[in-house]
């Protein structure tokens, strides 16, 4: 009787592609595990990556000192006062009209222009003919380049006269509100609702652009599906490019919200300045961050410029604020997004 067991009687392995006997594994690779290449690019990943974390270290700390000298001095409670007065005796100023201006502004342009961005970007990638979306996405491409100043210009020259209407309606109909209440109906419409719709058409650009590049990544294979299984065009974005685009459409819309906080040439272009604080945002007048600075950097003194670093310190961690909850967000919706795809 044969006592072989199965496993010495099992032939030997084949190389399905030559057909013959595949040759036995000795032992490990030999040769070098690392090529010089490959250490070089890690060194100089790795010294970008510490570079930055030292430029950011380095602008906290600069602003933070600065801020301190000024905040220190201030008569003030300079969180929440409603006045600029670094100059005064004693100083007072803070920046809780500046705070509001650039939220309220940054929060306006976003309603606009994320719904509008979204739909853009998905009928260039799943609607729009090949022909069309080409000079289309080419066109969105570059109103991104334009200058701020090139904005600011033609919001003060054409956007504000052409807004006096609406601001009329909205007062009108929604004036009962408080919100859409205009307390001068004559004024020009040089107020917080105008920036938003100025700051909504300067981040249209980059919100559409990089929403678009994320749905065109969408597996292929679940929109296939969706269609043989009798789903309308609709259907088939609503359940499989929207999902996967979604992390994509949350970055895309902090990238447009960090030029909508510290957007200084255009605001300044066409904000009426003045520390004023109303809900009305249709009356001329408030600030926002860097706008106030713009304004305000040449004339300053010492101690004021030490005020404005302090206001830009502020801007600085409403900055990194957004872009942590942003990540937080994308990190915890990272299964559903289509990510790990």
Do not use: C
Not at 4 to 31: I, M, Q, R, W
Not at 108 to 128: K, T
Not at 253 to 266: F, N, W
Not at 299 to 322: H, K, M, N, P, Q
């Amino acid at each position: 009787m044969d006592t072989t067991s199965t496993s010495e009687k099992a032939p030997p392995p084949t190389d399905p592609a030559g057909g013959g006997t595949a040759a036995p594994a000795t032992g490990p690779v030999k040769g070098k595990a690392v090529r010089p290449g490959d250490k070089v690019f890690l060194g100089l990943s790795r010294g970008s990556g510490i570079t930055l974390l030292v430029i950011m270290a380095a602008i906290a700390g600069f602003l933070t000192y600065r801020a301190s000298v000024a905040v220190s001095k201030d008569s003030v409670n300079f969180l929440t006062a409603f006045e600029w007065n670094p100059q005064g005796d004693p100083p007072a100023f803070g920046i809780g009209i500046l705070a509001f201006g650039t939220i309220v502004s940054s929060l306006i342009a976003m309603i606009i222009a994320v719904p509008i961005a979204v739909g853009i970007a998905l009928f260039i990638s799943h609607y729009a003919p090949r022909r069309l979306a080409a000079p289309l996405a080419y066109v969105i491409d570059l109103l991104a380049a334009v200058p701020s100043i090139i904005y600011g210009l033609w919001g003060a020259l054409f956007l504000v006269p052409y807004l006096d209407g609406l601001t009329r309606w909205l007062d009108q109909f929604f004036g009962w509100t408080t919100v859409f209440e205009m307390s001068n109906p004559g004024s020009p419409a040089r107020s917080i609702f105008t920036v938003g719709i100025l700051l909504a058409i300067m981040i249209l650009p980059i919100i559409t652009n990089v929403s678009r590049e994320v749905f065109l990544q969408a597996p292929k294979m679940y929109e296939e599906a969706a269609l043989a299984l009798g789903a309308t065009r609709w259907e088939t974005i609503r359940t499989s490019v929207l999902p996967f685009g979604r992390s994509g459409i949350i970055s895309a819309s902090m990238l447009g919200l960090g030029r909508a906080l510290g957007e200084t040439m255009a605001v300044a272009t066409v904000l009426s300045p003045g520390f004023l604080f109303t809900w009305h945002i249709l009356d001329p007048g408030s600030g926002t961050f860097a706008q106030n600075i713009a304004a305000k950097f040449n004339e300053a003194d010492d101690f004021g410029r030490d005020a404005l670093i302090a206001s830009g310190l502020v801007l600085f961690v409403i900055t990194l604020v957004v872009n942590g909850a942003a990540r937080w967000i994308i990190a915890r919706r990272k299964e559903y997004s289509g990510a790990n795809a």
